[in-house]
């Protein structure tokens, strides 16, 4: 068996156990909805299923557990933890500043002043820590096992765009929480689930890129973690600021902007980075 068929199907075995990972949330959803508790520890053992389905299938196919990129390599590489940390909370803000700024509502940034936006700064450094503990599960699996099979098989960019449609569609339980508990419409539901189809790529480009850099997850992790905590931060922000209780915050295409550059300006210099490689025979 030649090295991409080895690829191919360790692949294969780790997006079957995946897929099936994803449709166990809407089985358990009733018990999920039943108490927080009940959630909170559902969605944990959901987050870690890309790193579990990683781990069964290199036992099962005999692969190995010897580089993992677990190492956090901070030696020459705290330059890519600072970006992974900077970026993705204003990546989170150009997707609702802008908008707001053409929209004449200014005055609806009141809230960002430079002491409310280094609290929410300083809050967010003390919140990465906890957070990448959780968001290893995710990463573990698709910087560190799914996007090292693809790449071979399908290259660079067929890894950001392939990497990034199967971790949204794995996103699609959560996506579907509010529909499922009759809460916003079908429509309302696919609205959602098609904006992270939209999104994710970016994402997916710059974790890549963090990883490849430094050799390890851990970049990745804290710019995932960062990636979901700034939402909360920025809507706080918001909120402190002269803006109306009904307004429709970041509906409109704008939103969708800095995630698609994001993935335009991270894929070519993974490309880049390629062609700089020394060919090996």
Same mark, same amino acid.
């Given at each position: 068996?030649?090295?991409?068929?080895?690829?191919?199907?360790?692949?294969?075995?780790?997006?079957?156990?995946?897929?099936?990972?994803?449709?166990?949330?809407?089985?358990?959803?009733?018990?999920?909805?039943?108490?927080?508790?009940?959630?909170?520890?559902?969605?944990?053992?959901?987050?870690?299923?890309?790193?579990?389905?990683?781990?069964?299938?290199?036992?099962v196919?005999?692969?190995?557990?010897?580089?993992?990129?677990?190492?956090?390599?901070?030696?020459?590489?705290?330059?890519?933890?600072?970006?992974?940390?900077?970026?993705?909370?204003?990546?989170?803000?150009?997707?609702?500043?802008?908008?707001?700024?053409?929209?004449?509502?200014?005055?609806w940034?009141s809230?960002?002043?430079?002491?409310? #936006?280094?609290? %929410? =700064? $300083?809050?967010? *450094?003390?919140?990465? !820590?906890?957070? +990448?503990?959780?968001?290893?599960?995710?990463?573990?699996?698709?910087?560190?096992?799914?996007?090292?099979?693809?790449?071979?098989?399908?290259?660079?960019?067929?890894?950001?765009?392939?990497?990034?449609?199967?971790?949204?569609?794995?996103?699609?339980?959560?996506?579907?929480?509010?529909?499922?508990?009759?809460?916003?419409?079908?429509?309302?539901?696919?609205?959602?689930?098609?904006?992270?189809?939209?999104?994710?790529?970016?994402?997916?480009?710059?974790?890549?890129?963090?990883?490849?850099?430094?050799?390890s #997850?851990?970049? %990745? =992790? $804290?710019?995932? *973690?960062?990636?979901? !905590?700034?939402q +909360?931060?920025?809507?706080?922000?918001?909120?402190?600021?002269?803006?109306?209780?009904?307004?429709?915050?970041?509906?409109?295409?704008?939103?969708?902007?800095?995630?698609?550059?994001?993935a335009?300006?991270?894929?070519?210099?993974?490309?880049?980075?390629?062609?700089?490689?020394?060919?090996?025979?």
């Open positions: 068996m030649t090295n991409k068929q080895e690829n191919a199907k360790r692949l294969a075995i780790y997006l079957l156990i995946v897929a099936a990972s994803s449709v166990l949330p809407f089985f358990c959803m009733k018990w999920m909805q039943a108490s927080e508790t009940a959630f909170f520890l559902a969605a944990e053992v959901f987050c870690a299923t890309p790193a579990l389905a990683s781990l069964i299938t290199r036992a196919t005999k692969e190995g557990f010897r580089d993992m990129k677990l190492h956090l390599h901070l030696k020459g590489n705290i330059r890519y933890y600072v970006l992974a940390f900077a970026l993705s909370l204003f990546c989170t803000a150009l997707m609702y500043v802008p908008e707001i700024i053409l929209q004449g509502h200014a005055d940034l809230g960002f002043t430079l002491t409310n #936006v280094l609290t %929410a =700064v $300083l809050m967010l *450094a003390a919140q990465g !820590a906890v957070m +990448s503990a959780g968001l290893l599960g995710e990463e573990l699996g698709w910087r560190g096992y799914m996007n090292r099979k693809l790449e071979p098989l399908v290259g660079i960019i067929g890894t950001v765009l392939i990497g990034g449609v199967v971790w949204s569609l794995w996103h699609m339980p959560s996506d579907m929480q509010l529909y499922l508990a009759g809460k916003e419409s079908f429509s309302e539901a696919m609205q959602t689930v098609g904006g992270r189809l939209l999104w994710m790529p970016g994402y997916a480009a710059f974790y890549l890129w963090l990883t490849k850099k430094t050799d #997850v851990w970049p %990745a =992790v $804290l710019a995932h *973690a960062m990636g979901n !905590a700034s +909360s931060s920025i809507m706080g922000l918001l909120s402190q600021g002269n803006i109306p209780d009904n307004a429709d915050l970041g509906s409109g295409m704008l939103q969708f902007v800095p995630t698609i550059l994001m335009v300006v991270f894929t070519a210099l993974l490309l880049r980075d390629q062609k700089k490689a020394p060919k090996t025979v």
